[in-house]
Nanobody, 124 residues
Framework: QVQLEESGGGLVQAGGSLRLSCAAS????????LGWFRQAPGKEREFVAA??????DYADFVKGRFTISRDKVKNTVYLQMNTLKPEDTAVYYC???????????????????WGQGTQVAVSS
């Protein structure tokens, strides 16, 4: 059974940093697409970042500020978030796309498993 569990959210001032973690179990870590998405109140869920093997991609609004990485030994994927802005406030979710299809990595409808989410709040 695949399980994803996020942690690391919280309240931070604008310009600050947070590191989100997503511990994965029940999957072969190296052969799936792992993604981070976020959803703010009243808005659609949106793509933030994704990784497979050594390939990464980011939404334009986080490029240069956020970094996705993974630890294959710990089966954990991370999202390092720097220079946070109030508009980054959202619930952040990690997700797994089990077929390893990189061409759909930014489409949340294509992901098979989701964590419960972790709240990130950035004050101005």
């Amino acid at each position: 059974q695949v399980q994803l569990e996020e942690s690391g959210g919280g309240l931070v001032q604008a310009g600050g940093s947070l590191r989100l973690s997503c511990a994965a179990s029940g999957l072969t870590f190296s052969s799936v697409v792992l993604g981070w998405f976020r959803q703010a109140p009243g808005k659609e869920r949106e793509f933030v970042a994704a990784i497979i093997w050594g390939i990464t991609d980011y939404a334009d609004f986080v490029k240069g500020r956020f970094t996705i990485s993974r630890d294959k030994v710990k089966n954990t994927v991370y999202l390092q978030m720097n220079t946070l802005k109030p508009e980054d406030t959202a619930v952040y979710y990690c997700a797994a796309e089990m077929s390893g299809r990189w061409d759909v990595h930014s489409n949340h409808h294509e992901y098979d498993f989701w964590g419960q989410g972790t709240q990130v709040a950035v004050s101005s």
